[in-house]
């Protein structure tokens, strides 16, 4: 009688999948958490996974991690599209003059220009600068003080210490700007707060957004209004011929990174579409449509066809 004898298998994780993963990790700065919450599993499996004991399905898990650093280096690439602007440039340089100064200032412009990639891209390139973006229901001054409380590591807190009295200890006298974008959100008692603080810190604040909102809101206390050291418009007037010469360049290196099969069709209809209202955003949500429709048959050999039917799908779009 023989006796069958079988032998576990244990998984192995790809050393190249692991070493990208590992370096993926460590260029955006995520933690276990963070990195699960992205790919949809606990942090304990991550963790298992980096310790030579995977759980699950290992190949399922590994498909997901290579098309998770592909889809956030496609992002990387796009964003890039809108940071090499004469737009992004002058974000920059108002942003080095509103942190020299340490004072308050508005940044303004057209939608979809690159303001708010260009204050990320300021962010990251400049350690200290925090950047938060305000949602509609974290817009009062309790929603602005939690938001820039995330920023920090809390576990050196001191106990009988609130939120808005770290923030003004971690802050006091660093000189580091804090980028506001979707400022025009944040309602007067929240403006006051932000005055307040720079106030109490000597932080600077770059209020990035629609500016009418902003100042109607200042403009009903001339207290505050005073405080503001600087309003700039981002230039985005078409009529410009520097503005159309970066906006074009910034539309062939948009659909060169999303749609590169398709430059040569689609080229001048872009440079067409980057003129309206929305520009780049509203190009990128353009292109996304075109290349979805060309995945069905019906569309599949007419790229500029199914181009001028994404935009016509976008013709009740655009502002922020």
């Known amino acids: ?31 276990l958490k963070k990195v699960g919450n992205k790919l949809g599993c606990s942090e304990s499996m991550i963790s298992l996974y980096f310790s030579a004991k995977p759980v699950g399905d290992l190949v399922s898990f590994e498909e997901s991690v290579i098309d998770m650093i592909a889809a956030d280096s496609r992002k990387q690439e796009l964003e890039s599209a ?35 990639e260009a204050s990320k891209q300021y962010a990251k390139l400049n350690p200290t600068c925090i950047r938060i973006e305000i949602p509609e229901w974290k817009a009062n001054r309790w929603g602005l003080a939690n938001l820039l409380y995330a920023q920090f590591d809390n576990r050196k807190k001191k106990v009988t210490e609130g939120k808005c009295e770290f923030l003004a200890r971690k802050l006091h006298h660093s000189d580091r700007l804090i980028i506001v974008d979707n400022a025009q959100r944040v309602p007067l008692s929240g403006l006051r707060w932000l005055m307040d603080f720079n106030d109490a810190t000597g932080s600077p604040f770059a209020l990035v957004g629609n500016p009418e909102k902003i100042m109607l809101r200042l403009q009903t206390d001339d207290a505050l209004s005073s405080r503001v050291g600087l309003c700039k418009s981002i230039s985005a007037d078409i009529k410009d011929a520097e503005v159309k010469r970066w906006l074009f360049a ?3 290196r948009m659909v060169q990174m999303m749609w590169p099969v398709a430059f040569s069709d689609i080229r001048k209809l872009a440079h067409e579409s980057v003129l309206q209202i929305g520009h780049l955003r509203r190009l990128k949500k353009q292109i996304s449509h075109a290349i979805r429709l060309t995945e069905s048959p019906a569309w599949r050999k007419s790229n500029d066809a199914a181009f001028v039917y994404a935009r016509s799908l976008l013709v009740n779009m655009g502002g922020e």
């Open 1 to 31: 009688m023989s006796t069958e004898t079988t032998t576990a298998v244990a998984k192995c994780a790809n050393p190249e999948i692991k070493k990208a993963l590992e370096k993926y990790m460590g260029d955006n700065n995520f933690t």
């Open 82 to 116: 809108f940071f090499e602007t004469y737009a992004a440039e002058q974000c920059f340089t108002l942003f080095d003059l509103i942190r020299s100064a340490n004072d308050v200032g508005i940044i303004y412009g057209s939608p979809g220009i690159g303001k708010t």
């Open 250 to 252: 910034a539309a062939d």
